[in-house]
């Protein structure tokens, strides 16, 4: 398809546990931000990517908390030691460059749970 | 700290009628604003940006109006359809900063 695909779709898991959730952009997009929605929150900002630059940190909540984009590519995002205050919808987006920021392109979301 | 607040967790309004969701700021920094709508189970979607240079952006039914000096920002859909029961988010960002951030969004019900 032509849209953000996120994997897994849905991600159950054990207090401890490391988990990986996945983000393929919209291909040639040289943006792409990690998101976090949890239970009745807004779209809490995690990492921003644009191009061969330094990743935009700044919103990852903890250590355990970490990222990686090959070039223009796929995103990983992973979190290691998972606790029950990290589950919640894990959104990626992705915009063609940095002037076109307004418009990202969301995928569906990874619903991560901790149990 | 809240940057982007939407104060209004949830709105009511009859079929036809004028929808108008608000928002609010604290960054004075913020010089471009964007509403993303968001049905359950899918990612936001676009629907209207408006830069600090203006203080009213039209799209169809779709007018965002800005007020800088209250740090304000309205949505208001005009009239208000079934499709659009969804929840609305407002957002914000800075052009020398590239991150967008989010209010926590309210709820639109439109009823029959």
């Known amino acids: 398809g032509a849209g953000v695909s996120q994997s897994p779709s849905n991600k159950v898991t054990e207090k401890g546990k490391d988990v990986e959730l996945r983000c393929d952009p919209i291909s040639g997009h040289t943006a792409l931000y990690w998101y976090r929605q949890r239970l009745g929150q807004g779209l809490e900002f995690l990492i921003y990517?644009?191009?061969?630059?330094?990743?935009?940190k700044s919103g990852l909540p903890s250590d355990r908390f970490s990222a990686e984009r090959t070039g223009e590519s796929v995103s990983t995002l992973t979190i290691q030691r998972t606790q029950q205050e990290d589950s919640a919808v894990y959104l990626c987006?992705?915009?063609?460059?940095?002037?076109?920021?307004?418009?990202?392109?969301f995928g569906s979301g990874t619903q991560l749970s901790v149990l | 700290d809240q940057q982007v607040k939407q104060n209004s967790p949830s709105l009511s309004v009859q079929e036809g009628r004028i929808s108008i969701l608000n928002c609010d700021y604290t960054?004075?920094?913020?010089?471009?604003f964007l509403w993303y709508k968001k049905y359950p189970a899918e990612g936001p979607t676009f629907l209207i940006s408006i830069s600090s240079i203006k203080d009213k952006n039209e799209d169809g039914r779709f007018t965002v109006f800005l007020n800088k000096s209250a740090k304000h920002l309205s949505l208001h859909i005009v009239p208000s359809q079934p499709g659009d029961s969804a929840v609305y988010f407002c957002a914000a960002s800075d052009s020398g900063d590239d991150k967008i951030i989010f209010g926590k969004g309210t709820r639109l019900h439109i009823l029959p």
């Open positions: 987006a992705s915009s063609l460059d940095r002037a076109t920021l307004e418009k990202l392109f």
């Open positions: 990517f644009q191009g061969n630059s330094a990743p935009d």
């Open positions: 960054n004075s920094m913020f010089d471009y």
